[in-house]
């Protein structure tokens, strides 16, 4: 039987193709797709900004949710009819990087939707190495599909936050308020901090606020780095730079509080290069972290907390596109239209 699938056949060529569908051998399971939500990086993907670990010929999308449609011999506590997502990233479980408890840095990183087939299709095939390193997670109760397909992203937000964990009463600025920024604020409501200041463009303020955010500005500049100053009382304990702009990699050590943690989430274009006033490090002490991808225990706690209903995030995902409308979806993204565009496979 075929099914219909987005597949990246080149630089700037998405297209659907009629593709077999994939049957679950020995070990395997098969996910009948129900949503796959689209981020920047799709875009930078398509566009080949991003060609790292990527496959020509890959079905593409990796922030997905599904359903189990069949499953192969040995394969035990999986019923057909579950929601189910997984972990996108498949580790060697081997080397230095691995060992040290980084899988998500894996030497010989493989990842759903940038090699192995992903979610902008009718069917996505969980393969025996996915289900033996244990990526398949399933709900433990009903989500609205786009809802489930957010545990991805929540999932890597979810990573950043264990290199600056915010604390009871801190202070946290998020520069950028695309989806990313918006999940680190509402995480960090959760986490329990007081003032959460958000900063990004006008029209994406309000659902800032929505999900968390005490104070949202649109400042620029030495404007911004004032108000975020005053707002918290000399500095934020953490400060977030969740957009690419290398602009920000000085301002958010300028707006971060004596011990404060700044975390670079945001990935940058590929050559990106900052200036920065290292003695604000030095004198003021400061903390400076990464975050890239997700473990697979991130993800599970991810659909843990989508799933209770303690992070209450499904108002990012705004635009819905059938998969056949997939070129729409994509421009849609790509024009910045709502906040989280999601296709949902008929």
Do not use: W
Not at 99 to 117: M, N, Q, V
Not at 129 to 135: H, I, K, L, P, Q
Not at 305 to 318: I, K, M, N, P, Q
């Amino acid at each position: 039987m075929d099914m219909t699938a987005a597949v990246l056949r080149g630089v700037g060529d998405l297209s659907l193709r009629r593709v077999p569908r994939p049957e679950p051998g020995p070990g395997e399971v098969l996910l009948k797709v129900e949503a796959n939500t689209i981020c920047g990086t799709d875009l930078r993907i398509i566009s080949g900004a991003k060609t790292a670990g990527v496959r020509p010929g890959v079905i593409m999308g990796h922030e997905f949710a599904g359903r189990v449609a069949a499953v192969g011999d040995g394969v035990e506590g999986v019923d057909v009819g579950v929601q189910a997502t997984c972990s996108i990233v498949l580790s060697c479980g081997r080397c230095v990087r691995c060992l040290a408890g980084r899988e998500h840095l894996c030497e010989s990183l493989r990842l759903f939707g940038y090699e192995i087939d992903g979610g902008m299709a009718e069917y996505l095939l969980v393969p025996r190495e996915a289900m033996e390193r244990g990526n398949l997670v399933l709900a433990p109760r009903e989500l609205e599909p786009t809802t489930l397909a957010l545990a991805e992203p929540v999932s890597c937000c979810l990573n950043g936050a264990r290199q600056f964990r915010v604390r009871p009463g801190d202070s946290v600025a998020v520069l950028g308020t695309g989806p990313i920024g918006l999940l680190h604020v509402a995480l960090a409501k959760l986490a329990g901090a007081t003032r959460i200041v958000a900063v990004g463009r006008p029209g994406r303020l309000d659902p800032a606020v929505e999900l968390g955010a005490t104070h949202a500005l649109s400042a620029q500049g030495e404007d911004l780095t004032r108000e975020v100053l005053r707002l918290t009382g000399g500095g934020a304990d953490v400060a977030v730079v969740a957009v690419g702009d290398p602009a920000l990699a000085d301002q958010a050590l300028q707006i971060a509080a004596i011990g404060g943690r700044v975390n670079y989430f945001a990935g940058f274009p590929k050559g990106s290069t900052a200036l920065m006033e290292p003695n604000v490090i030095h004198y003021r002490e400061l903390q400076v972290t990464g975050g890239s991808n997700a473990r697979r225990a991130d993800v599970r706690r991810a659909v843990e907390l989508l799933s209770s209903g303690a992070l209450d995030v499904a108002s990012l995902v705004t635009h819905r596109f059938p998969l056949a409308e997939i070129d729409a979806a994509i421009a849609a993204v790509r024009q910045r239209a709502g906040l989280k565009v999601a296709v949902v496979p008929s």
